[in-house]
């Protein structure tokens, strides 16, 4: 099992990798973060909103199961945001620069992490 610190410490050792944080997706509220050049209270009250929309559109459209995690492409940027199954409520963000990073190796990573977290 992995800390908040710990966790965001592992997912800032990928290539690309910009900023992260352990979003309360209710609240919208950082629980932890690491990075720079993202400002990533603004955008963990952003993603909430938009994790909560998911998740009303899968509720009225009748759809079963869980997020296993939502993916934003920027220009230059790639954003993963994977809700934790182990913490409902909450949600791993990883912003990468989209140049530098290994999408497959940076979701493999972000599911590796979330399955061990500990709050």
């Known amino acids: 099992m992995s800390s908040i610190d710990e966790s965001l410490s592992e997912l ?3 290539d690309g990798a910009m900023g992260t944080c352990i979003v309360d997706y209710m609240s919208g509220m950082v629980l932890g973060m690491a990075g720079a050049g993202v400002d990533l209270e603004l955008a963990a009250a ?3 909103q938009v994790v909560k ?3 009303a559109t899968m509720k009225s459209l009748g759809i079963d199961g869980e997020i296993d995690d939502m993916l ?3 220009a230059s940027q790639i954003h993963i945001i994977r809700p934790a199954a182990q913490h409902e409520g909450l949600f791993l963000y990883l912003v990468l620069d989209k140049n530098k990073s290994n999408l497959a190796l940076a979701r493999r990573k972000i599911q590796s992490i979330e399955s061990k977290l500990e709050l």
């Open 53 to 55: 929309a998911k998740m």
């Open 72 to 74: 934003i492409t920027l």
């Open 12 to 14: 800032m050792e990928l």
């Open 46 to 48: 952003g993603n909430s």
